[in-house]
């Protein structure tokens, strides 16, 4: 496998900077979040554009519950050339208060320095479809559980974004799947 440096790097660097974006605090998150029903596997249907993701036609995480209330977190990504990387972390609860906004923060360095946004916007009632986004709007992914969901399946979602301010015109729709 390629080394992944230059993507944690980049990713590390990314959430650090679009965690402290300016206005970024007034984004509603869910309310509620049951980690048991959000475990599992998870395919990027689409996204904002983002220097960690270039050259991706397909991505999926994996969450399982972990300990303390945490998420253990691994993401897939697929490139055009077929060749494929990953990385391991851990999203948290900081606040108690507001469980929809997590942090997560990745196993190897540089990613383990920096802890990133991970606000879950929406999820449907059937923890099957959700949205997820940063703060200052630079990250936005629609992520289904069914691998066979496209861009139409999300006409809720892209709708909550787009009234949250996200640049939905420039989502890139992955044309793959990892199975």
């Not at 390629?2 to 206005?23: D, E, F, Q, T, W």
């Not at 998870?42 to 209330?69: C, M, S, T």
């Not at 948290?92 to 916007?121: C, H, M, Q, S």
Request: hydrophobic share 35%; aromatic share 8%; with cysteine.
């Amino acid at each position: 496998m390629k080394s992944l440096l230059p993507v944690i790097c980049l990713l590390a660097g990314g959430l650090m900077l679009g965690g402290c974006a300016p206005g970024g605090s007034v984004q509603p998150t869910v309310r509620n979040i049951d980690v048991s029903r959000y475990a599992g596997e998870w395919h990027e249907i689409g996204r904002l554009p983002n220097p960690f993701e270039k050259d991706f036609v397909a991505a999926k995480a994996i969450y399982q519950p972990g300990p303390g209330g945490s998420i253990q977190v691994r993401n897939i990504g697929l490139k055009e050339d077929g060749s494929r990387t990953s990385i391991e972390g851990t999203a948290t609860v900081p606040n108690p208060g507001e469980p929809g906004k997590l942090l997560v923060r990745f196993d190897r360095f540089p990613g383990n320095v920096f802890a990133g946004d991970y606000w879950i916007l929406d999820v449907n009632e059937s923890y099957t479809r959700a949205l997820v986004g940063s703060p200052g709007k630079d990250y936005l992914w629609l992520l289904s559980k069914n691998p066979g969901d496209d861009r139409m399946s999300f006409a809720p979602q892209l709708e909550r974004a787009q009234a949250l301010g996200y640049d939905i015109g420039t989502i890139s729709f992955n044309p793959k799947r990892i199975k």
